[in-house]
């Protein structure tokens, strides 16, 4: 039997043009590789096995002394002598490692799956949810009320409370809707964590499942919906007070295309230049902007018309009608929403903020504040007073038929009716605008 090699026989060991090795002692090898490193080898037959040979590379090089990245003579001798044991028990050392890697991450799989975030639940269920805007405005709502208080906090850990306090904290800032809204979509990804794994096993109690839109939290928000619309004095006082509120000319130009077109502020302002036909009066909205995802017409009065083309002049170049400052996208509602609203604190019993308008009552009317979407909602109520049905006022708000038998049976598309009513509230409107004559004064009743 050949001599076992001694440590100064391995160091004596030099590289060559090929790498080679050297047997070491029973079962042990060194392989000597171009470079000059020594790296250890263990030789193997697993009992009841295959009867082959096994290899298993040690996976520290040789060194003089064992340390974080070698390997002594003695030490290589003890792994394979421990290694040649468990094959004469019918064990192979690499199946054995093989199992102990795949259980150690297991092992660390299944605790950092104790640890996953309220955060981590979010990202998921966020890229099943389909929304228009891809998820973007719940994005924003989570990263604003909810991340900063229970973003990294376990889902195993979240309770009640924390809900509680970050609804809490949205409630007492005065948003009462978003309050509910945001309580509403936790639920939702609550629900849905608890029908899947990993999160079923974490979402122990559903912590918002108690959290009722009754309950006192929420008392500051009347859920009637709103019914503010605009009289015809008020649209007056607009014209008048417009001119001289600080708003950019795009935005004040777009109160008067959402009030006399009836359109919702998301669609309007995604309104593209190859979308309106001026000479023939005629806004295709693409049904990608709309809420019911069905292309709808707006036939232009010449008050709509007259707008636009100040618009026009206003964007020359810019693909968007309503474009932002750079010009590289439209203006966000959000923005256009945040100008108008800025203009009526006092009528909001709200006081003045730093970096907000100077103009903070610019734009309060007489019967009190208003939103964007009252326009869109004056409109109609116009449209209803001068005498145009209801049937044809449901298609120009471009509203969902609900009756199934009517979709499918009622395929007029009013078109014919739909021009006169634009029409006729624009001629309205154009009347109640004119700042140089005496507009006279309509009450309710009349609107």
């Known amino acids: ?267 309007t302002t995604k309104a593209k230049w190859e979308h309106m036909n001026l000479d023939n009066a005629i806004w295709k909205i693409p049904g990608a902007d709309t809420k019911n995802g069905i292309e709808h017409t707006v036939y232009l009065s010449n008050f709509a018309v007259s707008n636009l083309k100040k618009l026009r002049d206003l964007s020359f170049g810019n693909e968007w009608c309503f474009p932002q400052a750079r010009g590289t996208n439209f203006i966000n509602p959000k923005n256009a929403t945040k100008q108008i609203r800025d203009r009526q604190m006092s009528a909001m019993n709200r006081k003045n903020m730093a970096n907000r308008t100077k103009f903070i009552n610019a734009l309060v009317l007489s019967c009190g504040d208003w939103v964007p979407h009252d326009l869109r909602r004056t409109g109609a109520t116009m449209m209803q007073s001068l005498g145009v049905t209801p049937e044809v006022i449901e298609r120009i708000l471009n509203h969902t038929e609900q009756d199934k038998l009517k979709k499918i049976y009622h395929q007029y598309d009013y078109a014919k009716e739909k021009r006169e009513a634009w029409r006729l509230l624009g001629e309205r409107l154009d009347l109640l605008t004119r700042q140089e004559i005496n507009v006279p004064v309509l009450n309710r009743a009349q609107f």
Request: glycine share 6%; net charge positive; aromatic share 6%.
């Open 1 to 267: 039997m050949p001599a076992n090699l001694t440590v100064t026989a391995i160091a004596a060991l030099k590289k060559k043009e090929k790498p080679y090795s050297v047997r070491v002692s029973r079962g042990l090898r060194i392989r000597v590789a171009i470079s000059g490193i020594k790296t250890w080898m263990v030789q193997y037959v697993v009992k009841g096995g295959d009867g082959k040979q096994h290899e298993y590379w040690l996976p520290k090089p040789w060194g003089n002394d064992t340390n974080d990245g070698h390997l002594s003579l003695a030490d290589a001798r003890s792994e394979a002598d421990k290694i040649r044991a468990l094959a004469r028990d019918g064990i192979d050392y690499q199946d054995l490692r093989e199992q102990e890697v795949k259980a150690k991450a297991l092992r660390l799989k299944t605790e950092q799956e104790k640890n996953k975030s309220v955060y981590e639940l979010f990202d998921a269920w966020i890229k099943t949810c389909k929304r228009k805007d891809g998820g973007a405005e719940l994005r924003r709502s989570f990263t604003k009320n909810v991340f900063p208080f229970i973003g990294t906090k376990p889902l195993n850990q979240l309770i009640e409370a924390d809900i509680t306090e970050l609804l809490q904290v949205v409630v007492d800032r005065g948003s009462h809707r978003t309050s509910l809204m945001l309580r509403n979509n936790l639920q939702q990804m609550m629900i849905w964590g608890q029908g899947r794994q990993p999160w079923k096993a974490l979402i122990i109690d559903n912590p918002v499942v108690n959290i009722k839109p009754a309950d006192k939290i929420f008392s500051g928000y009347d859920n009637k919906g709103r019914d503010r619309t605009l009289s015809p004095d008020e649209i007056a006082e607009l014209a008048i007070k417009l001119p001289t509120a600080g708003l950019t000319k795009s935005v004040e130009i777009l109160i008067w295309i959402m009030l006399s077109c009836c359109t919702r502020i998301g669609e």
